[in-house]
């Protein structure tokens, strides 16, 4: 028998032996073209880059994971409101479950809500683990989504071939477009203020975590990239901090654009597949 044809069978038959540990609907239709989750753990940038192709050095899109609570959530969106600037809230679908309010604000301003699992695990001991954290948030979402794209964010970013086909094993995760990495807000361990929660926990104040958000903006911007910023509401301080930014921002010489996550051209290609 031809080789390429036995690698293809035995492909074929080990994402269904992963994907028969859903509880959930299976369509084998994800094998023949339909719309998947990437693989790659920093999309939406271009392979080996944090470039966002077809996307201007001056567009910033903020980002704001791990609500919604009760009291950082509304502060964020009222300083989202007073500089007249949209965002995409990756959410936790517990949190939601009880915040139904806080989503509905999110919509009627404009904002995007997105799936950023049930509960914020790092880790998923198994295939039902995993897609049930996944479709319990779904759920949850459906009323502020339905009319938007599907975006998902992985906890900590993590993602892997494991997440990627178990994920594109069920009909509605693979409605989803993820995983969403950032460019701004994280990512260098030998910083403790180049992300908003290392800043409260290491004791960066405001101003200081601040300028640092502001100079990897400039970063991307003198590099040529468009900067896809993550920050959180959690505590009060990131509310103070992304007025700090959008102040800063709003008074430098070069022309900032914001903008959703879903103008992102290969975010619209791959909603598109």
């Known amino acids: ?5 036995i ?7 080990g994402l269904y032996a992963q994907a028969q540990y859903s509880p959930y609907p299976i369509d084998d239709g994800f094998l023949f073209g339909d719309k998947e989750f990437s693989s790659r ?3 939406p940038f271009e392979t080996g880059s944090y470039r966002l192709r077809g996307v201007d050095n001056n567009v910033v899109f903020i980002t704001v994971d791990d609500g919604p609570t009760s009291r950082v959530t509304n502060a964020v969106l009222d300083v ?3 500089f007249d600037v949209p965002a995409t809230f990756f959410v936790i679908g517990e949190k939601a479950a009880r915040r139904p309010q806080d989503l509905r604000r999110m919509v009627r301003a404009g904002h995007s809500v997105a799936n950023h699992t049930w509960k914020h695990r790092f880790d998923f001991a198994t295939a039902d683990i995993f897609i049930d954290s996944l479709m319990q948030s779904h759920q949850t979402l459906i009323p502020y989504i339905q009319n938007d794209l599907w975006l998902f964010r992985s906890p900590g970013g993590i993602w892997n071939s494991w997440r990627t086909n178990l994920g594109n094993s069920d009909r509605t995760l693979r409605k989803y477009v993820g995983p969403i990495f950032w460019n701004v807000g994280g990512g260098n361990p030998n910083r403790s203020d180049d992300a ?11 101003r200081t975590c601040s300028n640092s958000y502001i100079k990897q903006i400039y970063r991307n911007y003198e590099k040529g990239q468009a900067s896809l910023v993550l920050m959180h509401d ?3 301080s990131s509310a103070d901090l992304l007025r700090e930014v959008l102040t800063a921002l709003g008074r430098d010489r070069v022309n900032w654009q914001f903008k959703l996550l879903r103008e992102i ?3 619209k290609e791959y909603a598109r597949k």
């Open 80 to 82: 989202l409101e007073e």
């Open 1 to 5: 028998m031809n080789r390429s044809f």
């Open 41 to 43: 753990m920093t999309f």
């Open 7 to 13: 690698v293809i069978i035995a492909f074929i038959t």
């Open 196 to 206: 908003d929660w290392k800043c409260w926990s290491k004791g960066v104040n405001i």
């Open 234 to 236: 959690l505590k009060l």
């Open 265 to 267: 051209p290969s975010i």
